[in-house]
């Protein structure tokens, strides 16, 4: 990625994704109005990939729930996805949208493709209800990703978002205090 995406809104494309027993359109316009999380992973039928989407589908209801919808997304097609979700328990409890990308133009918008396999590298974006790009995360194909942490990232970044003149400092949970910057912490943090 030679240049950050922070603040960037997402590019267009329009895909099709296998949700919820069905074949299903998404596009860009999806992610706007509402918060977003696209949530890259290298392909279908591995090893690192199930865990994390298993964590992210148990976490979903959560997020859900403060209003954030899920996408992932692999370089897999939407037949491929249906495949998994019908023969892996961990990949069936899936409720959100999981987009194929086998042109590896989706992929490619969020500059995570490893060019020479073809493949996502793991990352996770989230985007805000005006369609742009307010966190960023990349993984090494080895590291797996904790649904929790993201969980606590996205209510933070809708805090800021609601909050104007407040950052949530490192840590930062749901409920605790909150930094006003000003002249008077310089220093004193």
Known sequence: MSQS???????????????????????????????SVVFFYPADFTFVCPTELGDLADHYDQMQAIGVEVYSVSTDTHFTHKAWHDSSETIGKINYPMIGDPTGAITRNFGVMIEEVGLAERGTFVIDPEGK???????????????????RKIKAAQYVATHPGEVCPAKWKEGEATLAPSLDLVGKI
């Open 5 to 35: 995406l922070i603040n960037t809104e997402v590019k267009p494309f329009k895909a099709s994704a296998f949700h919820n027993g069905a074949f299903i359109d998404v596009t860009d316009a999806d992610m706007k109005a509402k918060w």
């Open 133 to 151: 790009i307010q966190i960023i995360e990349i993984n090494a194909g080895g590291i797996g990703r904790d649904a929790s942490e993201l969980l």
